[in-house]
Structures are given as C-alpha cells and as structure tokens.
C-alpha cells in the first residue's frame, strides 16, 4: 500500500495537505511534534470522511527520532511504503541578523532544511526501488526573494530549493519526482500576528492565501498527471512576485 507521510500535518498547511491528500486515496501519516490534540482532530477529520490516517510523532530537527520513527514504521509495515512525503514541517523566527541569537538561527536551519535531509534520506530509497515517489517540499517565497528579518528562514528555504532541484536529478530516472512549492502570505498560526490589513494591500490578489489552496497545488504534484514536472518550485502567492 502507498502512504503519504505529511510533516508538521498537524495544523495549517500541513492539515489541510493530510485532508487533500486523503481525499486522492492515500493513507496518511500525519507527523508533529507538540500538539497531539491538533494531529488527533486531524486525523478524525480524514476518518469522519471516509480516508485512514495515523498519528508518527517525531521532531523533524533531531535526526536520531526521525530516523528511529521511520525506521519502527517502516519494520511494522513491510509490505507498505511512503509514496508521497510532503516535507511542511515548519517555524519562524524572525529578527534582523544584526540581533539574531545563535538558537533562532540553528533552530530554523535545523527544522526546514536539516529536517529536509532527516526524513527524505529515509523516504527516497524505498521510493527509488519501487519505481515511483513523489516528493514535495513547503519552501516560500522567502526562500526566492529577500525578505528583511528573515535571513535564517531565507537561508533555510533557499537551501531547501536548491536540495530539492539537485535531488531531482538523482532519482529522475526511477519515476520519482522532487519539487517544492513557494507560498506567500498564507492564513494560518504562523501568520496570525501579522497584521493581515496593511499586508493585503501589498498583494495584487489582495488578500492571504489559504492553507486550502496550497494543498491544492501539493495534491496536483502528488497526482498521476504530474509526472513531468520536476526540479520545480511552483509559487503560489497572489501574485506577488512577478
Ligand atoms: P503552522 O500553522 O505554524 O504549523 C506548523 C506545523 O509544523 C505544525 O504542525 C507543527 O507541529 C509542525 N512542526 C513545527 N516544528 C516541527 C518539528 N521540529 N518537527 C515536526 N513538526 C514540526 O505553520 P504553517 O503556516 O502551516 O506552515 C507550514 C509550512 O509552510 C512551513 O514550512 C512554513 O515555513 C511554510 N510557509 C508558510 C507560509 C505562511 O504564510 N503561513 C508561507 C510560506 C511558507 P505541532 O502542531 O506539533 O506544533
């Protein structure tokens, strides 16, 4: 059976993913870190609906839960893989350089992009020997332009498009594709204390994004019809940069 595993599925975009991805079939292994309560609502949500789904805690940052976590999933289900991993796990913490302590720049690295690493290097080799995977990363549009008070979550989301275009080349031949997807403003906790009124104005679709339409777009490349596209970082902000 394929599996979707979705990092940091318990809330925001990673929520709504899990529910898109569900709705194609798939089994989903809904991955946090803190907030059971979120990933458990989740989950009943997916069965309310007819789809089936499991909890797989483990921090994306510290690569020996990562590795253990998959590794156990992966002894108890030898007849199954992850097909489809969508790496969303995600924080901020936003400073300018000048004032960034050592912790918020190495606890952002080590989330997105050493977490990139963590749980793909475990996903791709299954993927590459069954000749078919999909693998779809959540970076952002900081990760394309520069954004002032972002330059760890710059750095990580740019490190994050580069594996993602260097990755797709490996594994090209076997029928599994690497993208990632480049969000602006989207609605959700990590952007709740932005102030949403001033920000709008500077969309021309003048308004956030919802988690919703990115799931959307993460389905689509998680799709059958997908499978041309790779090396990709498809953005998806009202248009914002053109
Ligand atoms: P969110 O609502 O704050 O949710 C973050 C999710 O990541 C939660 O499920 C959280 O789990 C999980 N998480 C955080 N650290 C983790 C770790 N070390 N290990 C495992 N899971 C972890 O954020 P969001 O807005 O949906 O963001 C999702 C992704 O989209 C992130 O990569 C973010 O950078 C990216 N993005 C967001 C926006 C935006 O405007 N919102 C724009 C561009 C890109 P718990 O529930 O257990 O805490």
């Not at 979705?6 to 798939?26: D, F, H, P």
């Not at 156990?72 to 289900?77: D, L």
């Not at 970076?139 to 990755?167: C, D, E, F, H, R």
Request: net charge neutral; aromatic share 8%; with cysteine.
């Amino acid at each position: 059976m394929k599996y979707a595993l979705v990092t940091g599925g318990s809330r925001g975009i990673g929520a709504a993913i899990c529910k898109a991805l569900a709705k194609e079939g798939y089994p989903i292994l809904i991955n946090y870190v803190s907030r059971e309560d979120a990933a458990l609502e989740v989950k009943r949500e997916i069965e309310e609906a007819g789809g089936a789904a499991e909890l797989l805690k483990f921090n994306v940052s510290v690569p020996k839960e990562a590795e253990e976590a998959l590794d156990g999933w992966m002894a108890a289900h030898p007849d199954d893989y992850i097909a489809v991993l969508v790496n969303n796990a995600g924080i901020r913490r936003d400073t300018l350089l000048m004032w960034m302590e050592d912790k918020d720049w190495y606890d952002v690295i080590n989330t997105h992009l050493n977490g990139f690493f963590h749980v793909t290097r475990k996903a791709i080799t299954p993927m590459a020997k069954k000749k078919w995977g999909r693998v779809i990363s959540v970076a952002s549009l900081s990760g394309i332009k520069g954004m002032p008070g972002q330059t760890n979550y710059s750095a990580a989301k740019g490190g994050v498009i580069a594996a993602t275009k260097a990755l797709a080349l490996e594994v090209a031949k076997r029928r599994v594709t690497v993208n990632a997807v480049a969000p602006g403003f989207v609605e959700t906790d990590m952007t709740k204390e932005l102030d949403q009124n001033s920000l709008k104005d500077t969309i021309p679709a003048g308004r956030f994004g919802t988690a919703e339409e990115v799931a959307d777009l993460v389905a689509f490349l998680a799709s059958e019809k997908a499978g041309y596209i790779t090396g990709q970082v498809i953005e998806i902000n009202g248009g914002l940069n053109t």
